[in-house]
């Protein structure tokens, strides 16, 4: 098969989707319409609600969304063969991601900004609200812990993408400033911004950085440099860093994106991974796992938590909400579907492709999965004329971006969260902004340092794409409960939600046997608490949902 061929099928896929089946939402169940206020006009405070140009507010959630994972989990997801990858990232993106994304967006723009954990107080009950909390405050405590390992990992396997990182978050503050106070032109900047990236990623594969001389471990030492910056950037006016940095970001990746398309088109490289391969070595089986280890490239309940986190706060239209909310999603779709063709046709022969993906556990590390992108999307490059090593280091520069974006929106998200903790319990000191930070970066570090080399995060990361999809079936539930109140049809929502919910549920439960047989007692008690949270609301939101709808 032809990785050109896939490519055009799946944007056509996706440009329809976009073009009928989210029109179809912003009309017919949401009933989007500018006569009213959104919460970024009518709780503006120039720190967190923000009313912001659809552009910057774009570039924003699809720099928040499109992290490592839509990279990872493709590229762990094609050793069961990349038909069944595939299939699911077009079709799980259509019909299912951009759909949890742009409803969760619309019901916190309802509640005025709030978060689907403290709405599902309101349309459900306060005991699913507490549970929804608990589950979000451990999803993102892994995030921020993993992320700010990956990037320092990455920081010291790729010194090139230093300069031109930091580059990025500079500028960005200076953007920020000049956009939001002095009034100047974004764009004019930003494509000189880009201009000057390419020259720092220039600069930097002349001139690597490498932490080595100061310390003995330089990765601690970009973790700790990392989470500081995670917590400024958490308690930093939303215009200051994180718009302007996203709004950046966004067009790096969709300049990478498409050079790796145009060298895909031109190349028009072979697929040499199997198309189907049930029983890998080692791995558990493709049904439920591949919809789970795919999340971000298809659907994933993080993203809910940035649209009803971040992004409900500054949406200028609710008829912008299309466009950011189903929009960005396809965007990230696009994404999953590059890295799933960087790892199957990005190799020279299928038997180079069978020593990378031996087995389930040489494929599924972390390392190994981005590492195999970078390589297999610099090829791509490459029939465009740039240079391996300046693909690679573009590439690298690219995830690190990323990686990076989502691990400041995860502290600020979980800075809200730990705000909504504050008020639930009534402890007036986590309801600070500085405590509230510093209690989400402060916990993170705790979790990295229980295992040496600040590992500590990845002895739960098991759990993130069970956790992670769990998160997804309760944000699709909770939209259902938003829709019956205002007497909507709920099929395009109930039905993703049945989904997702049954494979998460096999999923666990396959997981706790494994848990168990492996005697990793901690996961397994884990696994079977994050279980019990799902079938809890889900009983709950069903009992509502049939009270409701019988009225």
């Not at 989007?32 to 659809?54: C, W």
């Not at 400033?177 to 930003?190: D, E, H, P, Q, S």
């Not at 030492?221 to 989470?227: A, D, K, P, R, S």
């Not at 990361?461 to 709920?490: E, R």
Request: glycine fraction near 8%; include cysteine; aromatic fraction near 12%.
């Amino acid at each position: 098969m032809n990785a050109a061929t896939l490519t055009l099928f799946t944007l056509v896929c996706f440009t329809l989707g976009y073009r009928f089946y989210g029109r179809y939402l912003a009309r017919h169940i949401f009933d989007l319409s500018d006569s009213d206020e959104t919460p970024a006009k009518s709780l503006a405070d120039q720190k967190d609600f923000v009313p912001t140009k659809k552009s910057i507010l774009w570039g924003h959630h699809f720099s928040s969304i499109a992290g490592a994972a839509p990279i990872v989990g493709p590229a762990v997801a094609v050793i069961w063969g990349w038909v069944p990858a595939l299939l699911w990232i077009v079709f799980g993106t259509i019909f299912m991601g951009a759909v949890h994304d742009f409803g969760a967006l619309v019901v916190s723009m309802h509640h005025k900004g709030q978060s689907l954990a403290s709405i599902s107080g309101d349309l459900i009950s306060k005991r699913v609200r507490n549970l929804f909390l608990m589950v979000v405050l451990f999803l993102v405590w892994m995030v921020i812990a993993v992320f700010a390992l990956v990037i320092a990992n990455l920081f010291v396997s790729f010194p090139s993408s230093v300069i031109p990182v930091n580059f990025e978050i500079l500028v960005a503050l200076l953007i920020g400033y000049f956009f939001n106070r002095k009034g100047k032109n974004i764009l004019t900047v930003a494509v000189l911004t880009q201009l000057g990236l390419f020259a720092m990623i220039y600069l930097g594969s002349v001139y690597p950085i490498s932490l080595e001389s100061l310390t003995t471990s330089p990765k601690m030492l970009w973790v700790c440099f990392l989470l500081i910056y995670s917590f400024v950037a958490s308690i930093l006016p939303v215009w200051a860093l994180l718009q302007p940095r996203d709004y950046i970001n966004s067009h790096q990746l969709m300049i990478g994106l498409g050079a790796i398309i145009l060298g895909v088109l031109i190349l028009q490289p072979p697929v040499v991974a199997p198309a189907f391969q049930p029983h890998p070595e080692g791995a558990p089986p493709w049904f439920p796992f591949l919809f789970i280890t795919i999340a971000c490239g298809a659907i994933s309940g993080f993203h809910g938590l940035v649209s009803a986190g971040t992004t409900s706060k500054q949406i200028k239209k609710w008829s912008d909400a299309k466009a950011i909310g189903y929009g960005a999603m396809i965007g990230e779709g696009t994404l999953a579907l590059l890295a799933t063709l960087a790892v199957c046709a990005g190799f020279a022969t299928e038997s180079e492709w069978h020593q990378h993906y031996a087995s389930w556990g040489q494929a599924q590390g972390l390392s190994a999965a981005i590492n195999a992108f970078v390589v297999g999307s610099s090829h791509f490059l490459a029939g465009i004329g740039i240079p391996q090593s300046f693909g690679q280091t573009m590439m690298s520069v690219l995830i690190i971006s990323f990686a990076a974006t989502s691990l400041d929106t995860a502290t600020r998200i979980q800075r809200y969260i730990i705000t909504e903790v504050g008020v639930v319990t009534r402890i007036k000191t986590l309801q600070s902004p500085w405590v509230s930070a510093g209690v989400a970066v402060a916990s993170a570090f705790f979790l990295m340092m229980i295992h040496s080399g600040g590992a500590g995060g990845l002895i739960l990361w098991p759990l993130f794409g069970a956790a992670n999809q769990m998160l997804a079936a309760l944000t699709l539930v909770v939209i259902c409960a938003f829709l019956i109140q205002k007497k909507k049809p709920i099929k395009n929502y109930f039905i993703p939600f049945c989904f997702i919910f049954a494979m998460t549920l096999f999923g666990l439960s396959l997981n706790i046997q494994s848990f168990l047989e492996s005697e990793n007692y901690l996961l397994a008690t884990l696994a079977s608490l994050l279980l019990i949270a799902e079938l809890w609301i889900a009983l709950e939101a069903t009992i509502i949902i049939k009270k409701r709808k019988s009225l």
